[in-house]
Antibody, heavy 120, light 109 residues
Framework: QVQLVESGGGLVKPGGSLRLSCAASGFTFSDYYMSWIRQAPGKGLEWVSYISSSSSYTNYADSVKGRFTISRDNAKNSLYLQMNSLRAEDTAVYYC?????????????WGQGTLVTVSS | SSELTQDPAVSVALGQTVRITCQGDSLRSYYASWYQQKPGQAPVLVIYGKNNRPSGIPDRFSGSSSGNTASLTITGAQAEDEADYYCNSRDSSGNHKGVFGGGTKLTVL
């Protein structure tokens, strides 16, 4: 069965950096686009970034552009999010999600999320 | 602010039908997908495309679209359907860039 397991979250000071990882299993990882989506405490979902199956294409929400970098290692079935210059408003649960092949901007499987807290 | 607009809260009596709506310019060109999220859990896809349900999603969930509005209908709401529901689609520029609605809290009375 499809599994996505995020890791790397934690407490970081404003201006600091953190690297999130997502380990994928149960499907051919290299066939799928992947995304990061976040949810601030008590708030709604916010799409953060996506990466194409071969890493040729990436895109970012305006709120993180220039600070976050998405990448993947298909040999390791892993997705990453490098987060730099972190701000308090980046505090959220970060979900790794698989982009569906059947419908654009549809996320058919989600991990359980990892919490990132940006605070001094 | 979201490019997709949802009512913050909706309620429905047990066993009745409820419609949750999502409005946005991008919906004139792209289908919405719908997700259910229960407290402390990750979102789950319930509807995608024109009106498609992933495996395991009950057939009381259905989707439709007209103009700039997408709808999620639950026919015969159950207690376990009480959750937050989010729509999403491509952003209005057409770039491969996701956008979510603000979410609708569904209460089953």
């Amino acid at each position: 069965q499809v599994q996505l397991v995020e890791s790397g979250g934690g407490l970081v000071k404003p201006g600091g950096s953190l690297r999130l990882s997502c380990a994928a299993s149960g499907f051919t990882f290299s066939d799928y686009y992947m995304s990061w989506i976040r949810q601030a405490p008590g708030k709604g979902l916010e799409w953060v970034s996506y990466i194409s199956s071969s890493s040729s294409y990436t895109n970012y929400a305006d709120s993180v552009k220039g600070r976050f970098t998405i990448s993947r290692d298909n040999a390791k079935n892993s997705l990453y999010l490098q987060m730099n210059s972190l701000r308090a408003e980046d505090t959220a649960v970060y979900y790794c999600a698989r982009d569906s092949m059947l419908s654009s901007e549809t996320f058919d499987y989600w991990g359980q999320g990892t919490l990132v807290t940006v605070s001094s | 602010s979201s490019e997709l607009t949802q009512d913050p809260a909706v309620s429905v009596a047990l066993g009745q039908t409820v419609r949750i709506t999502c409005q946005g310019d991008s919906l004139r060109s792209y289908y919405a997908s719908w997700y259910q999220q229960k407290p402390g859990q990750a979102p789950v896809l319930v509807i995608y495309g024109k009106n498609n349900r992933p495996s395991g999603i009950p057939d009381r969930f259905s989707g439709s679209s007209s103009g700039n509005t997408a709808s999620l209908t639950i026919t015969g709401a159950q207690a376990e359907d009480e959750a937050d529901y989010y729509c999403n689609s491509r952003d209005s520029s057409g770039n491969h860039k996701g956008v979510f609605g603000g979410g609708t809290k569904l209460t089953v009375l």
